[in-house]
Nanobody
């Protein structure tokens, strides 16, 4: 059973930064792509960013390009999301996702419980 535990959410002013972490357990972390999604109140869950098993390939949603950076440390079984220049519209519950294969183009197999990010104007 794969477990994903997010941390690092919180309240920040617009223009500020936060770093989310997702610690994974239950399977060989380095064999799988990872990603982040988010869901704002009253909206569908949306893709934010994904990273391949090695970190060599990433894919960002247009809304976060240039502001957010995903990275992973396979030795620590952890994926990170550095969020800079935060905007009120980034307010959402952020979910860590584990994909079913090496590539970021495989399906999501597991979800974390989510961590709240709130950006005040």
């Amino acid at each position: 059973q794969v477990q994903l535990v997010e941390s690092g959410g919180g309240l920040v002013e617009a223009g500020g930064s936060l770093r989310l972490s997702c610690a994974a357990s239950g399977r060989t972390f380095s064999n799988y792509a990872m990603g982040w999604f988010r869901q704002a109140p009253g909206k569908e869950r949306e893709f934010v960013v994904a990273i391949s098993w090695s970190g060599g390939s990433t894919n960002y949603a247009d809304s976060v390009k240039g502001r957010f950076t995903i990275s992973r440390d396979n030795a620590k079984n952890t994926v990170y999301l550095q969020m800079n220049s935060l905007k009120p519209e980034d307010t959402a519950v952020y979910y860590c996702a584990a994909y079913s294969g090496y590539s970021i183009f495989t399906a999501v197999s597991y979800w974390g419980q989510g961590t709240q990010v709130t950006v005040s104007a």
